[in-house]
């Protein structure tokens, strides 16, 4: 959940409580399968239990917000992959099954649906649970029935026609989390603040301008590596890191000589965030340039140092991507069709357009 925290105090449940409700769905998704005469071997089982209990595992510290800051080049999946692959050996090929699903690379592509699709078991969850803890009842979703309606046709995931509007709920479910919770304006400021502080701090650092904060952190604050892969003592290091070391780091920086890190720290930690304006169209650059003079001025900074407090960006949001993976149902006469072309049109069509916002950040008066 990143910083949603800092909107929705109940917001502090872990990847961990996550990984076993998903693998929870998954037995029940096994079960209502078989059930349906659909062969799944206990070998298969034990590929998609693991499998989902692991596909998060490469997440680090607060999640998404600082997905992009640890590994150049490697995303969450790509190194949940890599924690996977080391298990594998570890465990003398025990998971060369749950390998195989994870990858795609199964013979049977259903089985990899049920792990990474745009209704897996993955999504059944964290929706689910995402909107227990936050109190956003748009959110909650009917996971329970979904699974009773899905199928395997010609080994692909289905929807059996029934769940039609069990799905078009789903999906609106999900739009409606992204606005009001994943991407919530305070959470998204909370969050860009926190990737500048990693980001000054590994500056500084490198410039031997901040002593190293040692353990698993110091590892990726120190020297610069090369893109597009994971050493074995990074990932040793990686499954140390956790939240607690980045908000230890961030309560001593706080007394750094550095006005920048300091300010950054003190400004997340006493949730004086800035203020965040989202928009339409994006932020002209003469804006931006005139919110870093006034921060120049009031705090004598410099140009690149304010840009550390004043900037822009943007957020997507798209419920359903019927470019990837569709949703597929099984109509009553055997024949297969996309959710948006069975349900009401417009839901789906808007559900399935990425709506973009743009949004620019710079301190209140008084920080």
């Keep these: 959940m990143g910083m949603s925290y800092l909107v929705y105090p109940g917001a502090h449940h872990t990847r961990f409580h996550h990984a076993l409700g998903a693998m929870h769905l998954m037995q029940e998704a096994i079960d209502m399968l078989r059930l349906k005469g659909v062969k799944i071997s206990e070998a298969e089982e034990e590929g998609l239990l693991a ?171 120190g020297k610069p590596e090369k893109a597009g892969g994971i050493t074995t003592g990074q990932l040793e290091a990686f499954a140390r890191l956790d939240d607690v070391d980045i908000l230890y780091a961030l309560k001593r920086w706080m007394d750094t000589k550095d006005p920048v890190l300091s ?19 994006p932020v002209s650059p003469e804006k931006l340039a005139k919110k870093k003079a006034r921060v120049c001025e009031a705090w004598g900074l410099s140009e690149a140092e304010a840009a550390y407090f004043v900037f822009g960006g943007q957020v997507e949001n798209r419920a359903y991507n019927r470019k990837r993976q569709n949703i597929n149902i099984l109509l009553s006469n055997g024949k297969i069709t996309d959710v948006a072309s069975r349900t009401d049109r417009l839901n789906l069509e808007v559900l399935s357009e990425p709506v973009v916002k743009h949004y620019i950040c710079y301190p209140k008066k008084g920080i």
């Design 51 to 221: 499998a989902i209990l692991l596909h998060d595992i490469g997440h680090g510290p607060f999640s998404h917000a600082l997905e992009q800051e640890w590994i150049p080049g490697m995303d969450h999946e790509a190194i949940s992959l890599a924690f996977m692959e080391a298990l594998n050996r570890e465990s003398s090929g025990q998971l060369e099954m749950a390998l195989s699903i994870f990858t795609g690379k199964h013979p049977r592509k259903f089985l990899n649906e049920l792990v990474s699709s745009q209704l897996d078991m993955d999504r059944l969850d964290y929706l689910k649970r995402d909107s227990f803890y936050t109190g956003v009842a748009e959110g909650n979703i009917n996971a329970e029935r979904l699974i009773t309606m899905l199928n395997v046709h010609e080994d692909r995931l289905v929807v059996e026609e029934k769940g039609v509007y069990s799905v078009e709920k789903f999906l609106m479910a999900r739009r409606f989390m992204y606005w009001q919770v994943y991407l919530h304006k305070t959470g998204l400021a909370a969050e860009q603040i926190l990737v500048r502080i990693i980001r000054r701090a590994r500056e500084l650092q490198r410039q031997g301008l901040l002593e190293s904060p040692g353990g698993a952190l110091g590892t990726f604050l």
């Design 263 to 281: 300010r950054l720290c003190r400004m997340l930690l006493h949730r004086q965030l800035p203020s965040i304006k989202l928009r339409q169209k």
